[in-house]
T-cell receptor, first 115, second 118 residues
Framework: NAGVTQTPKFRVLKTGQSMTLLCAQDMNHEYMYWYRQDPGMGLRLIHY???????AKGEVPDGYNVSRLKKQNFLLGLESAAPSQTSVYFC??????????????FGAGSRLTVL | AQTVTQSQPEMSVQEAETVTLSCTYD???????LFWYKQPPSRQMILVIRQEAYKQQNATENRFSVNFQKAAKSFSLKISDSQLGDAAMYFCAYRRMYSGGGADGLTFGKGTHLIIQP
């Protein structure tokens, strides 16, 4: 199993440009999450989804939008990138039942630089 | 809101020795989960160990064990017989336990950088 796959792994943007990060999971997990990781800050939750067609705001949602049109995919969009959005972005997913319930499985991360 | 505090930005230990990483958290909930995740230089987040708050017995996974003190809201990670491959950032994380659906992810501490001296 591939688990959680994020694309792209690296991207450089100019201020004001837009882009979308794609997260795909093949574990049939119900819940999906987007986090950002900054030096000395740990991981902070941007948005999350508890099912297809549903999304909710996390701790740091400003400047980002998300969509979950299919259960296996969770998209993170930046409409007008700012240097403050330079970060490493992690997608994660989890199931609601069984031994793996409440354990997040993470993707490998996507490094975004905004100039 | 829940908060997770890791007071040790960096720890260093000799190979084969034992090291303990500290974590405290603040919550008004009685049911929750606690986790330790490891992040090596590859950047991949790897689950090390999990503890359910309703379980009094401390979780153990091979060389990794926790000391869970619910009243003190403390959740430390002990690594025995440290190996070079244990070098990484370690994150403590909290998750509220939900009944009937809904889950808003994990709250993470800022991490402890563990260095293993050969």
């Amino acid at each position: 199993n591939a688990g959680v796959t994020q694309t792209p792994k690296f991207r450089v943007l100019k201020t004001g440009q837009s882009m979308t990060l794609l997260c795909a999971q093949d574990m049939n997990h119900e819940y999906m999450y987007w986090y950002r990781q900054d030096p000395g800050m740990g991981l902070r939750l941007i948005h999350y989804s508890v099912g297809e067609g549903t999304t909710a705001k996390g701790e740091v949602p400003d400047g980002y939008n998300v969509s979950r049109l299919k259960k296996q995919n969770f998209l993170l969009g930046l409409e007008s990138a700012a240097p403050s959005q330079t970060s490493v972005y992690f997608c994660a997913s989890s199931t609601t039942s069984g031994q793996g319930a409440n354990v997040l499985t993470f993707g490998a991360g996507s490094r975004l630089t905004v100039l | 809101a829940q908060t997770v505090t890791q007071s040790q930005p960096e720890m260093s230990v000799q190979e084969a020795e034992t090291v303990t990483l500290s974590c405290t958290y603040d919550t008004s909930e009685s049911d929750y989960y606690l986790f330790w995740y490891k992040q090596p230089p590859s950047r991949q987040m790897i689950l090390v160990i999990r503890q359910e708050a309703y379980k009094q017995q401390n979780a153990t996974e091979n060389r990794f064990s926790v000391n869970f003190q619910k009243a003190a809201k403390s959740f430390s990670l002990k690594i025995s017989d440290s190996q070079l491959g244990d070098a990484a950032m370690y994150f403590c994380a909290y998750r509220r336990m939900y009944s009937g659906g809904g889950a808003d992810g994990l709250t993470f501490g800022k991490g402890t950088h563990l260095i293993i001296q050969p």
